[in-house]
């Protein structure tokens, strides 16, 4: 088992080899076919878990990180890569793909407003969208609404180049699924943040009621911050009593971190979502990393 976590996200490496690698000694090729793959792709890079079905238990992760000097991202470049170097990829069978992507391109419809058929509509009538570009619904059932989310219609036919009839989800869901399962056993109003790259997700409850969720472009930690306290402030909330949890590329030596601690008092760092088990190997990874993969296991059907 090869572990490393130490500055991963802050210090991206351009090899070809994944920057993580956790397996699992149990798992033969044999008992691989009962797994599913989970894939999520974000700006970061690409995430990729072995979960046994039987046992809902994780037992393999890679993490290939994307080249940090390139302006702009070519998921057919980096998703090509993936496949010819990825162990997991390369050595395992698998019964079903689940892919998570990453898309600045989304929005929430409620349940009552939602009609089949008119998801362009809905994504065109609150944001500028790209002609080659792929919409996609998938429904929230705990909050009541769909995704609505548009993805380049190059990554998705790599995805299908690569993976045998892919489901395909936004991290909006993924994350929502997770939120949901802390939401409806408190009642209290609560802050979710997950960090990647320069980029935040951020997510408000309360009780089983969905208060916002939105995403947000950040060019450094201050701008973190201020996207923080103007949510505070929006919403009436009280930062020195709410109580926020902390997901993604953050870790409590981070400057972000110290930064959040002047303001917060009440941060905490997100678990790992259940009811999913996890492998010995993944202890020695910090629980609140790549939180939009392993919620992944709350959004199959």
């Not at 939602?114 to 619904?137: C, H, I, R, W």
């Not at 991290?171 to 997770?178: A, G, N, P, R």
Request: proline content about 5%; overall charge negative.
């Amino acid at each position: 088992m090869n572990i490393t976590t130490e500055n991963i996200f802050r210090s991206r490496s351009t090899n070809d080899s994944a920057s993580i690698f956790i397996l699992d000694e149990s798992l033969e090729t044999h008992a691989a076919g009962r797994c599913d793959l989970l894939v999520s792709v974000e700006p970061g890079g690409i995430q990729i878990a072995l979960k046994e079905r039987k046992d809902n238990l994780f037992l393999a992760l890679e993490f290939f990180p994307a080249d940090p000097k390139r302006v702009e991202l070519q998921w057919t470049e980096l998703l090509e890569r993936v496949s010819a170097k990825s162990k997991l990829l390369r050595t395992y069978e698998f019964s079903k793909v689940i892919v998570n992507v990453h898309s600045p391109v989304y929005t929430l419809v409620p349940d009552g407003l939602f009609k089949k058929g008119d998801e362009q509509g809905y994504l065109q009538f609150n944001l500028p969208t790209d002609q080659d570009m792929s919409v996609y619904a998938s429904p929230v059932p705990f909050f009541q609404l769909y995704s609505i989310f548009g993805i380049p219609t190059s990554l998705i036919t790599e995805l299908n180049h690569l993976f045998e009839d892919p489901e395909i989800v936004h991290h909006s869901k993924s994350l929502l699924e997770s939120t949901s399962m802390y939401a409806r056993n408190h009642d209290e109003r609560q802050l979710f943040l997950n960090i990647y790259g320069n980029s935040m997700d951020a997510i408000v409850t309360e009780g089983k009621k969905l208060i916002l969720m939105n995403s947000y472009s950040c060019n450094g930690i201050e701008d973190t911050l201020y996207y923080v306290l103007f949510l505070c402030e929006q919403l009436d909330m009280n930062p020195e009593e709410l109580q926020v949890k902390l997901a993604g590329e953050i870790e409590k030596e981070s400057a972000l971190y110290k930064l959040l601690f002047r303001y917060i008092r009440n941060l905490n760092f997100s678990l790992r979502p259940g009811p999913a088990e996890y492998s010995y190997g993944f202890q020695e990874l910090p629980a609140q990393f790549f939180h939009p993969l392993f919620s992944l296991s709350l959004c199959e059907s």
